[in-house]
């Protein structure tokens, strides 16, 4: 599966016949979305860690065997280890694949919890589920958000923690 937003292009009516059904799809397309995220975020978090990890055990043994190229095999790996290191700290796969994850267990549960709703009360809980799952969303964006340095304005003053 590719990565497709998870946004229609036209939200149907309030009042419209195929409201709930289109809540429910938005709903389980969105749940689907943080899963798949989560998924990348954890194998690109896993395999950053072992590249490095690998890479910077070998470097003493690359440092100790003479061979022909050595100092461009030796800078090269060292160049790999922080690059890795640094992508690692800028993306904040391991942060990031919590977060979705979580989120993508906040989405299920609030998706049982309407499938588990009274019979005829349709719309009232498809209303409650797209406030919940818009409460969810709004939580996931300010919890990634409020650890990100920004940069300070000339005059502007540091903000205290």
Known sequence: MGF?????????????????????AYALRLRQVYD????WHRRLYRLSG??????????????????????????ITGVLVAAITSLRAFYRWDQSWILLRKTEMAIT??????????PGTDHEAVVE??????????FEAESFFKDLAFPVQRGEATPQR
Do not use: N
């Open 129 to 138: 589920l797209m406030k919940r799952v818009h409460e969810i969303r709004e």
């Open 109 to 118: 549960s609030a998706l049982w919890a309407w499938r588990c709703r009274e």
């Open 36 to 39: 798949l995220r989560a998924t």
């Open 4 to 24: 497709r937003s998870p946004v229609r292009v036209e939200l149907p009516d309030h009042g419209a016949a195929d409201f709930v059904a289109a809540a429910e």
């Open 50 to 75: 072992i590249l490095v990890i690998i890479a910077g055990a070998g470097l003493p043994l690359l440092v100790s065997v003479d061979y022909q190229a050595k100092d461009i095999v030796i800078a």
